[in-house]
């Protein structure tokens, strides 16, 4: 047998019904009936249709906080104590080959989970009271970026 001779066993393949296509059971109007939404093409409702009356989440009420907020990359000072940096001065890009920064466009915050040994110099967009206060008493620095002035923000 040669790949060219292979072909399906007798009867186990069927022709898909070919509809709309001249007299014999499914031909002028395919097998929907006539008129109304189902039988126009592109029709159909939503998941959430309801026969017309309000959908349910449109009845419900509204309650609670909505955030749509920063989403940050965090790092956690115990990350930091196991990369070992010459100069021990982190910023995006030795966070992002340490694996510890994935996402680009996020911004970067520091969280003070774990402890850190050693004095280092932390350059990110954002970090806790808790987390800055451990690497001061360590002898090190947090470095955040300036906060926009008013006049700047109006000139975006």
């Known amino acids: ?27 002028k109007t395919a097998g929907r009936g006539h008129k109304g ?22 009845r419900l009420p509204k309650r609670g906080f909505n955030n749509v907020g920063t989403t940050f990359e965090v790092i956690k000072l115990s990350q930091l104590n196991d ?7 982190f910023d995006r890009n ?6 510890l920064v994935r996402r680009k466009n996020w ?23 808790s987390a800055i206060k451990a690497i001061e008493a360590a002898g090190g620095k947090v470095v955040l970026p300036e906060p926009k002035t008013e006049s700047a923000q109006k000139a975006e």
């Open 83 to 89: 990369i070992e940096v010459e100069g021990d001065t």
């Open 107 to 129: 911004p970067v915050k520091l969280l003070a989970g774990g402890e850190i040994s050693r004095a280092v110099t932390v350059h990110v967009d954002a970090a806790s009271a």
């Open 94 to 99: 030795v966070l992002e080959i340490a694996g």
């Open 1 to 27: 047998m040669k790949l060219h001779e292979l072909q399906p066993s007798p009867g186990s393949r069927k022709n898909r019904k070919r509809v709309g296509r001249g007299p014999g059971g499914t031909d």
């Open 37 to 58: 939404q189902k039988s126009r093409s592109g029709a159909g409702k939503g998941a959430f249709f309801e026969g017309g009356r309000s959908r349910l989440i449109a």
